[in-house]
């Protein structure tokens, strides 16, 4: 049996949660709205925020979870990839802990943590998949086709040959002046529209391969012909064009995926990372397991966005292995 708190810092988010096990006790996240009237995460914002985050969301975590800091057992914390200043904040604060409390440290993968986030069990009848089982991320850093044969044997099958679906998204949402970050705001205003309105061209990229920067620059392109023949096609057709550009990404990431899956005799599938919120992906998702019979896993949408709580499950399945991290160890970027 063990405690185990766990930090994430890698981007714009503060967070920290404590682990009974699998099972989540905590998991506070202080997000930085700071960084919104600049239309992207400002990395030097960004490790200030932490900086005065940090010990008010452990503080909470250990108070929700109701223990004292004397009965943690690890301490683990993201390692890598993210902003160098981000990373850091929570890299020192972790190792500080660790060794004022005599307890082992374990660094994490932010990206494995994301895809092991579908272990965390919130209940009793919380169900988990079962290995292999092949998992689409989807975050504004990172779109990738993972098979994964164990919670530590992960094999990359495909991933973008530029920039990420979450890139892609929040571009689409700057071109239509919608705010940062764009991906919640165009899902939101998809709703209202019609995901047929408009077609943008996909790419043709070989296997299991995406490439995302073609479709922005089509949007942008079709949209500055639009806006000079009417100076207000965006307000005009806004939901029409979110439904539209949300359709086109979120159809070409599954198309991908499906067939990841069919050639490798993959019965269980999930999505994991921030993209993952996503209700056009959720439902796609779930439309392409019923018609193959196959069971997916959309995780609920606070272990989506960047949360310490996967951290802390990916640090558990380190955590029975002794896999421990020396104090010395630095964070990395890439
Ligand atoms: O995983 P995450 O929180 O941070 C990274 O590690 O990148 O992902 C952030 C990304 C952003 O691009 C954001 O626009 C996108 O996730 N996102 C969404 C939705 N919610 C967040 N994209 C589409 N639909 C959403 N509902
Ligand atoms: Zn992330």
Redesign the pocket.
């Known amino acids: 049996m063990s405690y185990i708190l766990a930090i994430e810092s890698s981007?714009d988010d503060t967070s920290a949660a404590v682990m009974h096990d699998d099972c989540m006790l905590s998991n506070v996240i202080a997000s930085q709205k700071v960084h919104e009237q600049y239309g992207g995460v400002v990395p030097e914002l960004a490790s200030r925020a932490h900086q005065q985050n940090i010990l008010p969301v452990v503080d909470t975590a250990l108070r929700q979870a109701g223990i004292d800091k004397s009965q943690l057992d690890a301490v683990a914390f993201t390692r890598g990839p993210g902003l160098l200043g981000s990373l850091l904040v929570g890299v020192s604060f972790a190792k500080g802990f660790a060794q004022a409390l005599g307890i082992p440290l374990i660094e994490v993968n932010?990206l494995q943590a994301?895809v092991l986030s579908h272990f965390i069990r919130t209940d009793s009848s919380s169900t988990t998949p079962s290995f292999p089982f092949l998992c689409l991320l989807v975050?504004?850093?990172h779109t990738q086709i993972i098979l994964l044969r164990s919670h530590f044997e992960m094999e990359i099958l495909g991933q973008t040959i530029d920039d990420a679906a979450?890139?892609a998204?929040?571009k689409a949402a700057k071109i239509m002046d919608l705010g940062y970050?764009?991906?919640?705001v165009?899902?939101r205003l998809a709703r209202e529209g019609n995901p047929d309105a408009f077609t943008f061209a996909t790419p043709n990229i070989k296997g299991y391969d995406y490439s995302f920067s073609g479709i922005k620059t089509s949007f942008l392109y079709y949209l500055r012909d639009r806006l000079a023949e009417q100076p207000d096609f965006i307000e005009v057709h806004k939901a029409d064009l979110c439904a539209s550009i949300q359709k086109c990404i979120m159809e070409f990431l599954l198309k991908k995926f499906e067939k990841a899956a069919l050639a490798n005799r993959i019965s269980q599938v999930a999505i994991a990372?921030?993209?993952s919120?996503?209700?056009y992906l959720r439902n796609g998702l779930q439309r392409i397991a019923d018609k193959h019979h196959w069971k997916a896993f959309i995780p609920p949408f606070t272990f989506c966005?960047?949360n310490a709580a996967m951290v802390g499950i990916a640090g558990y399945y380190k955590y029975l292995r002794h896999e421990y991290a020396d104090i010395s160890l630095p964070p990395f970027t890439n």
């Not at 970050?181 to 919640?184: A, D, F, R, V």
């Open positions: 981007c932010h994301h975050s504004g850093g979450g890139e998204i929040d970050p764009g991906g919640p165009i899902d990372g921030g993209v919120a996503n209700s966005t960047d």
